[in-house]
């Protein structure tokens, strides 16, 4: 009792005022900020850190793909043809950025310089990340053109509430 963070509160209070699948668009926000922390401390040249910050990012951002595929994608597809938002590339996208996620574990973790070695291992890092950054902003923008319009048109307002609740509250159990 009483344990929750002001962040988890927030996110309850989101939660259960979400009328929109829109409204999404701040888990993202909130998901993305644990990867700039990341950036911070690869800034500081702190390699375990960031590690421990990227693996933090990866659960939360998994957790997202996990439930945007399981309770959003099946109510997505009684949409029909969408131009420019074929489910398979909704998928071919999480599947990239899990891929994505993995490789940058790997270089992180790899990275133990010390000195300008280390300030030459992070600078390679942030130029990765970079195209990271590129991939996920172009996924964002698709759904939230393309998906996240789609299931508001398609639900009725009863079935956004309970699904959006699960969903954005869901976060709140993600480790960090
Ligand atoms: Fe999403
Ligand atoms: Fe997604």
Redesign the pocket.
Known sequence: MGTKTIKGRNRDRNARQATSFLDLLNTHHEIFEVFLEHQEALLREDFPLALRRLKSYERKIKR??RE?EEFLMPIYSRAGKVPGGDPQL?FG??QR?AEFIDRLKKIVSGRKGQGRNATRQAIEILYQEAMFRWLIEH??ER?KHI?YPTLDRLTTAAERKRILRKVISSQLSVAS
Do not use: R
């Open positions: 997202h793909i945007e909704f996208e999480h950025i996924h964002d759904e998906l």
